[in-house]
Structure formats: structure tokens, C-alpha cells
């Protein structure tokens, strides 16, 4: 970040991270992140994949593939991405990873920063592991680790480091009120559309590095949430950063669907953190 | 009031905010990159990065590996022996620049404002050499100062969408170069053609906060013809006056 290079990767990193322990691969590994729909796939020898995030609705051929698994394509295989039912982001995870470069150390893409490229039709993908001996049978994920993209209930958020650039009512109103995330939307950041939050100073502020998940208040008083490909400085006072439990949920969220806060204290961050740390680890000891 | 800087609190889960006098000055910078060079020289477990800007410096760690306490406590260490902390010798990097006609849409706009001819504002502009405050925003994007007062105009009231990668432009007292194309609000006079960012050298820059940068204006041509070189070949040592 201090070369002002987001993190970037996967939008939705659980969804990613379940993906990859399906195919028992490394973190490291590269998957597809897919968004909305019409991504289609087709094998061009025996691979075995894992699909997870967002319902996508895939079909395997001429049936719904299984989702939230691992399963093996065969030789002319087409999986298809055909209409986004629930969340917004779905992962294509392939046995050994898919094989791309890696800069800066790792194999995300950036476009802007000219790093990797977005995917176009006719291209071939290759995985860095090509002799699957692994059986073709379904694994599927227990339904306990699913992520649940149908809550409602609001985002966490730990407030700070600029909530004194607010009033007391501005704090209320950015608590207590819905907000809907608006069209001008991409990987680095989320506008909202609603009230607007009373601002007691600024909101600018002396150029200051932004931490990842922080929500700026713009001129407008409106909350602008940095999300993975986010710029590592900028001039908005920042009321508060989105607890890094919730950056996945945000990950799966698209213009038009409502947002509300709760601010909750850094030590309740940590258990959470904690929580989901154990979870992932059960999950990866399940399926070795 | 003086003496309560730096001013430190936790941000989020795993991050504390350190904040020195609010303003934007040489010598308040210079704490901040002391402080952000004495941290990462002397390391710790669990630290992750640490990131510099005008008066801010932001200690990025792994809250599972290290307590916020004795980050806290760290700081304070490092903090305590600043004047101590010795930074790399300042660079001068003299980046050639084309000014005007179609990689300077704004020249004519900022002589009208300023009152200067279109030549006086390319001379008054390519002979100073400003200071890197930090870097960041996106693509180690190098925040410049110390425009001169003559110069100063305002940022355009609505951003351009896209301004092509290399634009060299100023806004008040800030100056950058665009090191890929982006939106942007500030008047671009100029273009050079060599690469500021590259994402397959580590560091993506060799600029480092505290080296200075002068845009020596040269004809179209030439600045094509230099564009292939590294930017590191542009560097040399910086003399203070």
C-alpha cells in the first residue's frame, strides 16, 4: 500500500478461500472471479474445478451444476454462467490453480495499475497442474460454512479515525439510516444514495493513508465505501472502517441494494475476526 | 499544544494512526518519514507495512500476532530517538516533459488565470524542482509541492474522466504526474513519456517521499525519443540551497 498498489483480489476472499480448500490448493492459487452472468467455460481435457460465492445459476452442459463444490469436468465439458440469482460474484477454482503470472507478489489483477488483464471470449486457460489424479466424484461443502448473502442486518463497522469531524446528529444519521449503494460502482469503491451526514469541519482533510473497508463522507455528505482495488491515500475525512468480517458480504453487494451500520468496538472486531479464523480452520482439517 | 504530537490512536482491527502538527510543511513531513523509516528499519513481529503521507503515518500490523499495546509502545520508542533517524540522501529526478498543444489542454486556461504568457507559465513551472511528499492515491502516484504562488489555480470544478498516464499538472500548491491514465481534477500543462510507475520492478517507482522532482521542458521529440529510458537514468544527486 505504500507504493499506492491496492491489495485487490478476490471481492469476496471466503468465497475464494473455500473455493481453493474444495481442491485442498493453496491460497495462493489463482481462481476466476466472475460477475453477473454469460461466462462460459469449456474444458479442453479432464480438469476438476470448484464453484463458490454468489448464485450465478451454472449449468454443467444441460443441467444446473453443483454449487458450493468440487466436482471434474471432462474433456468438452461447458459450464455456463446464465443468470445472477443471489449475491453478485461467483468463483471458478481449478486443481492446482489457474496458471498466471505473478507481480509484486501475487496474481491478482489490477487493470488500472496494468497488472493481469480482464478475460476475453476465444482465450484458453491453462492450470498449473495438469495430470488430475484426483477422483471425479462430487465434494460438496457443508451447509453450515455457506456464507448467508440473504441477511439484512446491518454492517459492522468500528468508527473512527475522523468521526470528530462530524456532529453528534451526523453520527445518528450515518447509524441509524438506510442507505442504498448507487450506480457508479466498480471494485474500488461503493457510492451511496441517502440522507446526507451533518459534517462539523472539512470533510477535507490533509491527504491521509486510507485502510482498507474505510467509508468516506464526500461534500455531499453521503458514504463512500473503499473497497480492495481502493486508492491508498486520499482527502476525505473517513467517519468509519468496515470490520474486515464484513468485507466479503460488501464483496457480494451491487447498486440498488440497501445498507445499514453498527458501530461496534475493536475488541468485539477481533473476536469476530478470531471466530472466522477457527471456522476456516475446521473447514480446512474437514476436508483434507 | 505542542508538545501532545504526535497524536496516536488504533484504527480499525490492525492499525494505528500516528498524526504529527496539522499542516503541510517540509519539516512536519520530515517527522512523518522518519518516523515511517525508523519503523520499518527496526521491524517488529507482526508488522506489516508502513505507509507515510503529508503529516500521517499509518502502522499496518497483524492483530493476531502483535498487541496494539506494544505496537503503541514501539512507536513511542521510535518516536522518542527521531532526530536520531538518518534518511537516504534526497534525489533530484529531471523528467523531460513536452509542454502545450494536445499534452498541455490546460496551458492556455492557466496563462489567462495567472496573467502570464503561455511561455513565462512553461518557464516558471519546468525550472522549479518540487518536493515528493509521499506517494500513493493509486500507482505510487508521487504528491509533489511547493508550486510557485505565481502559478496557483484553482482545480478544474469537474474532474476530466480520463487524462492519459504521464500528464504533468498542478492544482494550488500540489503538482503530479499521472502515472497511468485517471480522472482528474488538476490543470495538465505538459507530458513526459517516460514510465513513473512500472508494476514489474519492485518498487513499482524509484522515487522515494523526500526526493525532489524538476520537469525540464523539451521539444515533442525528444521527449518521445528519452520516454524509452528508465526513469531511474533521470535521477541525480539533489543539491540544497
Known sequence: MKYGIPPSGAMDQRSFVIGNLLLRNPNSAAALETVLQGLKLRALRRVRISITGGDLDPWLNDRPAPQWAAFTMKEGDVLHFKKRKKGLRAYVAAEGGFDVPEVLGSRSTFVRGRIGTVLHKGETLSTCFSDSEAPGDVLTLPQAYRPDFNRTDPIRVLMGPQEDYFTPRGIDTFLNSTYRISPQFDRQAFRTEGPAIEIAKGPGIITDPIPRGAIQVTGDGRPVILLRDAQGTGGYAKIAIVARVEMDFLGQMMPGDTIRFQGIERKTALNLLHEEADRLDKLRELLR | ?241
Open chain 2, 1 to 241: 499544544m505542542g508538545d501532545t504530537y504526535p497524536l496516536m490512536r488504533a484504527v480499525a482491527e490492525g492499525s494505528i494512526l500516528v498524526e504529527y502538527e496539522e499542516e503541510v510543511s517540509l519539516h512536519v513531513n520530515l517527522k512523518a518519514r522518519q518516523l515511517a523509516f525508523g519503523l520499518e528499519r527496526a521491524s517488529f513481529d507482526g508488522l506489516e507495512e508502513v505507509v507515510p503521507t503529508y503529516r500521517s503515518v499509518v502502522v499496518y500490523f497483524d492483530p493476531f500476532r502483535v498487541d496494539v499495546d506494544a505496537v503503541r509502545r514501539f512507536i513511542e520508542e521510535v518516536n522518542a530517538n527521531l532526530v536520531e533517524i538518518d534518511l537516504p540522501l534526497p534525489r533530484l529526478f529531471r523528467i523531460p516533459t513536452t509542454y502545450g498543444g494536445i499534452h498541455g489542454p490546460d496551458l492556455d486556461r492557466v496563462a489567462e488565470h495567472t496573467g502570464l504568457t503561455p511561455d513565462e507559465v512553461v518557464e516558471l513551472f519546468s525550472t522549479q524542482a518540487y518536493p515528493v511528499y509521499c506517494l500513493g492515491f493509486i500507482c505510487s502516484l508521487a504528491y509533489l509541492g511547493g508550486v510557485p504562488e505565481a502559478l496557483h489555480v484553482p482545480r478544474l470544478s469537474s474532474p476530466r474522466p480520463s487524462v492519459p498516464g504521464g500528464s504533468v499538472g498542478f492544482a494550488g500548491s500540489q503538482a503530479n504526474i499521472l502515472p497511468v491514465d485517471s480522472p482528474s481534477g488538476f490543470n495538465y500543462i505538459g507530458r513526459t513519456f517516460v514510465e513513473v510507475y512500472d508494476p514489474h520492478e519492485f518498487p513499482p517507482t524509484p522515487i522515494r517521499p523526500g526526493d525532489y522532482i524538476q520537469c525540464p521542458a523539451v521539444l515533442e521529440g525528444e521527449a518521445r525519443l528519452v520516454g524509452k529510458k528508465h526513469l531511474g537514468e533521470f535521477a541525480e544527486s539533489f543539491q540544497s540551497n
